[in-house]
């Protein structure tokens, strides 16, 4: 099974297209989304989602087979995350 590289260090952008901003005016991103989302899931491969959020915390690529690929589009589509987040996300596995 091939592996794929995601990076998740992509400004999430407003309706208008426009990058939110944090209030130290630096953009934030669809990893800072994400990454403590699966820190704070309460099913799972422990370690594995750990890792995950770890890696997409420090802006570092996520290297995937397809398996864990569609586990983590699993996880976006089934979180509570806004769907304005959720569709940046999903776009990233499009790349």
Do not use: C, H, R
């Amino acid at each position: 099974m091939e592996n794929k590289t995601f990076n998740f260090n992509i400004p999430l952008l407003g309706l208008d297209g426009v990058p939110f901003v944090n209030p130290d005016s630096t953009p934030t991103t669809l990893g800072a989304q994400l990454a403590p989302k699966i820190a704070s899931a309460t099913q799972g491969d422990a370690l594995k989602l750990l890792n995950w959020a770890i890696t997409i915390y420090n802006n570092k690529d996520l290297t995937l087979d397809l398996s864990d690929e569609l586990t983590l589009k699993d996880f976006i589509k089934n979180s509570d995350l806004p769907v304005i987040v959720k569709g940046q996300l999903l776009k990233v596995f499009d790349k």
